[in-house]
């Protein structure tokens, strides 16, 4: 966390959250993410060639996970120049002195070390244009990925998601940590033979990826109910409605106290116990300008969020299990780096002596064996 809440003003100074991304967005053929994002798509290349000169009839199911588009904002110079002439490299909605900021978005300001830094319109139209250049990028490893799956004729269905956006500068926000929709809002594609494919606008949730996933592959999630609130896409992408609203939460950095968010229809609902509560109408007011829960003829409408917000939300106990789980990560932290440490991520063994050709292989059966597709 940039803060702990624990110690909300207390800023970590190798956080990398800072401006400096913004100051120092640019070109460069490779930075240590874009040597991650290359290496990830090559591994994900080699295992769907993998998986498909296997003899295994079980199903199997691969994530691909990038680190793009993010910040810092550094792209390769081929994608940089798609975006030479790019309209939208200064955001919508202006900075607002930082007086005149809701109170979350100071404590985002401040985590960021925005006194540190002076960012102009230049650093502003730099950062964008990374950012979009690394969704090409992107794009393009995604094609290569798509294109083997292809050209190894599997059949798959395709989910494509990400974890959370970028606010690029709109309100003088950058990152993510914040519940407008810059941050909040991310793409949900998924391609399958069992969805009826179309644009839905109805508002979802990433929770809901683990049920649709399980309704796919035919697994009962009952016995788990209680652990999830999501629900599966499916029967939404046949067009049934969808009746539960989108629930968030944050307890990360820049936060002081929990905030939770409810996503109804064209209404979200903010709340967090420091702070006035905010109502955007999204339809109406796309850019989230207008709080209307101080306005009195949305006084029933904010009513309603606010008894529903309550009735699902016991803040004084989410409050105090964040601060006690940071309370013990705090007390383990320093021994677990101390000896024989090993960071929690995957880590892939690579037989090196069972792949290509070795002395002990026989050749004709390897080369018969490790062919996709093997012919017609």
């Known amino acids: 966390m940039g803060h702990s809440s624990r110690k909300p003003s207390e800023r970590i100074d190798w ?20 040597e991650y994002d290359d290496e990830v798509a090559h591994h994900a290349i080699q295992k769907i060639y993998d998986l498909g000169r296997q003899a295994d009839e ?21 994608y940089w120049d798609l975006y030479e002439d790019c309209e939208h490299l200064l955001p919508d909605v202006a900075s607002k002195a930082y007086e005149d900021l809701d109170p979350h978005s100071k404590r985002l300001f401040d985590a ?18 990374a950012y979009f250049a690394n969704i090409s990028y992107l794009d393009d490893k ?27 500068g709109e309100r003088g926000l950058w990152f993510k940590m ?19 494919h179309g644009v839905i606008t109805t508002p979802v949730s990433t929770i809901d990826v683990c049920p649709t996933l399980c309704d796919m592959a035919g697994i009962d999630m009952e016995a788990v109910r209680p652990w ?18 989108v629930l968030m939460e944050y307890a990360a950095e820049g936060s002081y106290a929990p905030l939770v968010a409810v996503r109804e229809g064209r209404y979200k609902f903010i709340r967090c116990v420091l702070d006035p509560d905010q109502l955007y109408d999204l339809e109406s007011d796309p850019h989230e300008l207008d709080n209307l829960a101080v306005d ?22 989410f ?15 320093d021994a677990l780096r101390r000896g024989a440490y090993y960071p929690w991520d995957y880590q892939p063994l690579q037989k090196a002596s069972e792949r290509y050709m070795r002395n002990h292989m026989d050749l004709n059966v390897l080369e018969a064996s490790q062919r996709v597709p093997r012919g017609e």
């Open 58 to 78: 079980r199903p199997w199911c691969l994530t691909v996970s990038f680190t793009h588009p993010h910040d810092p904002y550094v792209a390769r110079r081929k």
């Open 319 to 333: 409050d105090a299990e964040v601060r006690r789980s940071q309370a013990q990560r705090l007390v383990v932290y």
């Open 15 to 34: 956080w990398y959250h800072n401006l400096g991304s913004v100051t120092g967005a640019g070109v460069a053929e490779i930075t240590n993410q874009l």
């Open 112 to 129: 960021n070390d925005w006194r540190n830094f002076d960012i102009l319109e230049d650093d502003i139209r730099r950062s964008r244009r």
């Open 142 to 168: 995604v094609g290569e990925i798509l294109d083997v799956l292809e050209a190894t004729r599997q059949e798959a269905a395709i989910l494509f998601v990400s974890d959370h956006g970028d606010m690029l």
């Open 296 to 317: 009195p003829a949305h006084s029933e409408l904010v009513e309603q969020m606010q008894k529903q917000v309550e009735a699902r939300w016991d803040f004084e106990r």
């Open 178 to 196: 914040s519940f407008f929709e810059g941050s909040a809002r991310v793409p949900l594609m998924i391609s399958a033979p069992s969805l009826v």
């Open 228 to 245: 999830t609130t999501g629900e599966s896409l499916l029967p939404l992408s046949n067009g049934e409605a969808r009746t539960n609203p």
